[in-house]
């Protein structure tokens, strides 16, 4: 019943700019945070960005701050991570994920399947 849909991947020259999609469906999107990870081959899943359910408050991983920005359009009930100033370290799938409690608890309920971002150097 859940969905989360991404969207927006691609190939990409580095220093090149993104902007990802994520499309709910089935939840309450006003009620939930909004969290997007990324995996690259060989290594374990990481949190990239979270947007809290108003979208007031935002976090980010280090390696991507002042790069990428999260924004949400719950009308839409979509959010958006742009990704500037892309590195080939940031080629990865990038998954959206979901939870009421996901900003302060990190507790997400639901994953989408992910989209591919290839950064070329």
């Known amino acids: 019943q859940v969905q989360l849909v991404e969207s927006g991947g691609g190939l990409v020259q580095a220093g090149g700019s993104l902007r990802l999609s994520c499309a709910a469906s089935?939840?309450?999107?006003?009620?939930?945070?909004m969290g997007w990870f990324r995996q690259a081959p060989g290594k374990e899943r990481e949190r990239v960005a979270v947007i809290n359910s108003s979208g007031d408050r935002s976090y980010y991983t280090d390696s991507v701050k002042g790069r990428f920005t999260i924004s949400r359009d719950n009308a839409k009930r979509t959010v958006y991570p742009r990704m500037n100033s892309l590195k080939p370290e940031d080629t990865a799938v990038y998954y959206c994920a979901s939870g009421r409690r996901a900003y302060i608890s990190a507790e997400y309920d639901y994953w989408g399947q992910g989209t591919q971002v290839t950064v070329s150097s």
């Open positions: 089935g939840l309450t999107f006003i009620y939930y945070a």
